[in-house]
T-cell receptor, first 113, second 115 residues
């Protein structure tokens, strides 16, 4: 039973345009969400997070939106750069951090120059 | 601050052997979690240790075990290796303060190949 789903295995975007990565979840108890970026042969790197009490969090070129009623979150990258090409993982946690992070299977983003 | 370190980075074993992987968390981080990443499966949670005690466990067979030492360093062990155990094994640490709204930081991983 996959609690965190990233339904698009891959996404291609032109440099300078917006990249939108989507994530759906089924567990309504999730109260904290994170996005990680992963390059080959490296561990995931934390990008941005959002608490369930918010619906938007912004950090530079990265913005995460949370729609609790739809159990959906998205990561927007504007403008996209070739260095953003990586696999992006959505992750979620509940019970105030007493449970482990649950990850989606990832979306491979390719930013084309 | 130094990041999460994992050793070895690469490992080749044969079926039936056992393997031990090591993880040193970020200084001050008392929680260490282990994940397995295989192609198309994302990151699957193995277990989490805090203060030398396992506090969460994923859905993996008993061949997978771990432990944490008093300095927060952690090891995971896989016995009787199977071909399907070939994966990237990732360790992550966090401070584990109250509230849980904290980031988990990952090491570079150990790539295990079972032949």
């Amino acid at each position: 039973d996959q609690q965190v789903k990233q339904n698009s295995p891959s996404l291609s975007v032109q440099e300078g345009r917006i990249s939108i990565l989507n994530c759906d979840y089924t567990n309504s108890m999730f109260d904290y969400f994170l996005w990680y970026k992963k390059y080959p042969a490296e561990g995931p790197t934390f990008l941005i997070s959002i608490s369930s009490i918010k619906d938007k969090n912004e950090d530079g070129r990265f913005t995460v939106f949370l729609n609790k009623s739809a159990k959906h979150l998205s990561l927007h990258i504007v403008p996209s750069q070739p260095g953003d090409s990586a696999v992006y993982f959505c992750a979620a946690r509940w019970n105030s951090g007493n449970t482990p992070l649950v990850f989606g299977k990832g979306t491979r983003l390719s930013v084309i120059a | 601050k130094a990041g999460v370190t994992q050793t070895p980075r690469y490992l080749i074993k044969t079926r039936g052997q056992q393997v031990t992987l090591s993880c040193s968390p970020i200084s001050g981080h008392r929680s260490v979690s282990w994940y397995q990443q295989t192609p198309g499966q994302g990151l699957q949670f193995l277990f989490e240790y805090f203060s030398e005690t396992q506090r969460n466990k994923g859905n993996f067979p008993g061949r997978f075990s771990g432990r944490q030492f008093s300095n927060s360093r952690s090891e995971m062990n896989v016995s009787t290796l199977e071909l399907g155990d070939s994966a990237l094994y990732l360790c992550a640490s966090r401070p584990l303060t109250s509230g849980g709204r904290e980031t988990q930081y990952f090491g570079p991983g150990t790539r295990l190949l079972v032949l």
